[in-house]
């Protein structure tokens, strides 16, 4: 799991984008530069089956669907954080 988060370097602006509160599908897309639908869909997807995220689906219309860290990825992202810490150190 954690290869396969951390190998994607969209996982990480994604993490980075809820942090920010950007919680919206086409909002991420439109505040990353590079990033399509089709390819964050994807991402996210990954992400809500590891649990790292929610995906919270509002009857509305238009459907509104937003995304949410939940409880594990808080922990999952901070573990992250962490080897990115130590791979600074690394190569310092």
Do not use: H
């Not at 370097?9 to 994604?14: D, P, Q, Y």
């Not at 919680?23 to 439109?30: A, L, S």
């Not at 992400?47 to 919270?56: D, H, K, P, W």
């Amino acid at each position: 799991m954690v290869e396969t988060i951390y190998g994607c370097k969209w996982s990480l602006t994604v993490y980075a984008l809820l942090a920010n509160e950007i919680n919206r599908p086409g909002e991420m897309v439109r505040n990353v530069e590079g990033l399509t639908t089709k390819v964050l869909n994807e991402c996210l997807r990954k992400n809500v089956a590891f649990g790292i995220i929610e995906r919270l689906a509002f009857n509305e219309v238009p459907p509104r669907v937003e995304y949410v860290v939940t409880p594990f990825g808080k922990k999952f992202i901070r573990i992250l954080d962490e080897l990115e810490k130590l791979q600074d150190e690394i190569a310092s």
